[in-house]
């Protein structure tokens, strides 16, 4: 009896007041975006633009996670991808007149080509040689953007600048500039996210997990790896060149020095801090890439008055800090994850879980 | 015919600071397959120890030696403390940790230096006899020095019980640890020789590309290619390929695309050797049993 009544509980033991961890999840995604779209109407416009670079932070972390996370093919490089989009928007915008909706769908196209043309010759560089190379291409992608046959369209370093009035909400609706494009990335970012989810739970999603996991016996199951691991690049750069057209509709302006080989970087500490592998990590990643510049500037903007409390006086050094403090805060952060939650803020929510659900189930 | 000798000279003057800096990237790849992306970093620090060195007034020399002794205290430190933890992690979590020491030494350079792009003195007197009409004295000397570091480490490596030993622990940790080599601090010092090899090359540099924290992301990139082009296990190789990258270099942004995206010639290099022979030029073909 004794036996069964524990078979009756297990299951029970992985809950917390009464709700099972799917519910838990429905329930929190439901309030998230429950959130998501109320918070514009409370907020002012450059904290509404703030939001609006998250979500498109998201969907670019997205793209990089499904690449590097799920698939293991290490990109240093997205920014290249994100520049992509974002140059295709600005140029059949500015140059065209192509109305800015309709170019994000080719930015996203054009990018999963081209990404698709990379996919290729990186099947023959593994780990260290795919980072190398997408290093090299996230260095050169400022100067690439500079090259002079091509200034007539990318206007070479002054960049391209788009028409702000072009992105004013439509059809009369009642909302600023700031909150229209928020709603238009965030009706664009959720779709892709539940597109991203379906791929990824479904038979596509485990045969490019266990290309990761292990890519022979991937191979010997019949998955097909060339096409796989290709088309995954081209998907990854569709989803960060969308990110990328939607950056330049939002800052209305795009120049080569916008993609330095730091915003790459910055796209690789997203998905570490939120979480490889995992989809609300992307979430998690971009809400740190975007705000804890921001805190680490004010924690720089105090530096100079912690020293001068601590030490008696200012030094030369603390002034300076305020340029330096976002990314040597980046650095340790990466490193210490690395040490000390290697699967980022999402596994340890989900390590949270586990935790405290099997806590319960010992002490009834 | 003179512009494009001067253009080969000046060619194998930055080539030999990518040889340097190649060489450095692949002493740490034959003894841990790492590839250690913070290399340029680290050379770029020591150059502005140096700077400081000689800013309180020490001669150039021996701020030359005091700062590759520094360096290669730097790199000890930095293996012993940082990379040991992850030496048996996924090529993922190293290269993330080696991404963040990228970033740490860069903005720390910045924080404590400033970003302002600042002169660095040559200790090679333009009119030297060395100088000829082809090529400027720094650029002589400079080829000069990365011989001399380059005969340096080719006799210890060589001739020394310390550089067998090292050789030892990179080619087969498992029985060098059964002979009582401690294999965990050869690795230690394999990346203090990196760094110190790699500190040289900066101050080398410095006087060429002038001195800010942003200095070693393109020398960084040529010696990569060159270690590549060479094949990346192979010293020797790697060191070839890195003059012939500055060679390339030159003559391509003369002649061929420009100045301007002179860094693209780099990226089309290590692609292209990645591709078509990804043991490069002298390396080894890799094969894995799977």
Redesign the interface.
């Known amino acids: 009896m004794a036996s069964v009544s524990e078979t009756e509980t297990a299951p029970r033991a992985r809950e917390i007041a009464g709700l099972s961890l799917a519910r838990w999840r429905a329930i929190g995604l439901a309030a998230f975006l429950l959130a998501s779209c109320v918070l514009p109407f409370f907020l002012s416009n450059y904290h509404n633009l703030q939001l609006t670079i998250v979500v498109i932070y998201a969907i670019a972390l997205m793209g990089l996670n499904l690449l590097?996370g799920f698939n293991?093919q290490?990109s240093?490089g997205h920014g290249a991808f994100y520049a992509i989009g974002a140059y295709t928007t600005a140029i059949l915008t500015a140059k065209f007149g192509v109305p800015y909706w309709a170019t994000v769908p080719v930015a996203g196209i054009l990018c999963l080509l081209v990404g698709f043309l990379i996919g290729v010759?990186a099947l023959?560089?593994e780990?260290?040689?795919l980072?190398?190379?997408t290093?090299?291409?996230a260095?050169?992608t400022p100067?690439?953007l500079?090259?002079?046959p091509l200034d007539p369209w990318t206007g070479g370093v002054q960049g391209v600048l788009l028409r702000r009035s072009a992105s004013n909400p439509p059809w009369g609706l009642p909302l600023t500039r700031d909150q229209w494009l928020y709603f238009l990335c965030l009706a664009i970012a959720v779709p892709m996210f539940w597109a991203a989810r379906n791929l990824i739970r479904g038979r596509i999603g485990r045969a490019i997990v266990a290309i990761r996991d292990h890519p022979?016996a991937a191979e010997t199951m019949g998955v097909n790896i060339a096409l796989y691991k290709s088309a995954t690049f081209g998907v990854s750069a569709l989803y960060t060149g969308v990110a990328g057209a939607l950056g330049a509709v939002v800052v209305g302006f795009v120049a080569p020095e916008s993609f330095p080989?730091?915003l790459s970087?910055s796209l690789?500490v997203g998905i570490?801090v939120g979480g490889?592998a995992s989809i609300a990590g992307a979430i998690f990643g971009a809400f740190f890439i975007e705000f804890v510049p921001n805190l680490s500037d004010e924690l720089s903007r105090n530096i100079p008055t912690i020293a001068q409390w601590l030490l008696g006086y200012t030094p030369n050094?603390a002034e300076?800090?305020a340029?330096?403090?976002?990314?040597?805060i980046?650095?340790?952060?990466?490193?210490a994850f690395?040490?000390l939650m290697?699967t980022g803020i999402a596994g340890f929510i989900r390590l949270a879980w586990a935790r405290l659900t099997r806590s319960r189930g010992k002490h009834p | 015919m003179a512009a494009f000798l001067h253009q080969v000279f000046s060619g194998l003057a930055t080539g030999g600071i990518y040889a340097s800096v190649a060489l450095a990237l692949v002493m740490i790849y034959q003894a841990t397959h790492h590839v250690n992306f913070a290399q340029g970093e680290m050379a770029m620090f020591s150059t502005y120890i140096c700077s400081s060195l000689i800013a309180w007034g020490l001669s150039y020399w021996i701020a030359f030696l005091l700062t590759l002794a520094i360096a290669f205290l730097g790199g000890l430190a930095i293996e012993r403390i940082v990379v040991r933890p992850v030496e048996k992690a996924p090529v993922l979590s190293v290269v993330i940790v080696f991404i963040g020491l990228l970033v740490i030494i860069n903005s720390m350079a910045g924080a404590i230096y400033s970003y302002t792009i600042r002169p660095f003195p040559s200790p090679f007197p333009t009119d030297a006899w060395y100088a000829g009409s082809f090529i400027n004295a720094h650029e002589a000397g400079s080829i000069g020095v990365t011989f001399a570091v380059l005969a340096l480490v080719y006799a210890f490596f060589r001739f020394t019980p310390l550089g067998l030993a090292m050789r030892a622990a990179a080619q087969n940790p498992v029985s060098s640890r059964l002979v009582g080599i401690r294999v965990g601090w050869m690795l230690g010092i394999g990346w203090g020789l990196a760094a110190a090899i790699g500190a040289a090359a900066g101050i080398m540099a410095a006087p060429i590309f002038y001195l800010d924290p942003n200095m070693m992301g393109s020398i960084l990139l040529y010696s990569f290619a060159g270690a590549l082009l060479g094949g990346i296990d192979n010293p020797w190789g790697a060191v070839i390929g890195g003059f012939a990258m500055g060679v390339l270099e030159n003559l391509a942004g003369a002649y061929l695309v420009g100045t301007e995206i002179k860094l693209s010639v780099a990226l089309i290099v290590i692609v292209g050797v990645l591709v078509a022979k990804p043991s490069g030029l002298f390396g080894r073909q890799l094969v894995s049993r799977v």
């Open positions: 590097t293991g290490i240093l010759p023959r560089l780990g260290l040689y980072a190398l190379a290093f090299a291409l260095l050169a100067q690439l500079k090259f002079k022979v080989l730091f970087l690789l570490v490889l050094v300076r800090a340029t330096a403090a976002q990314w040597t980046y650095g340790l952060v990466l490193i690395m040490y290697p």
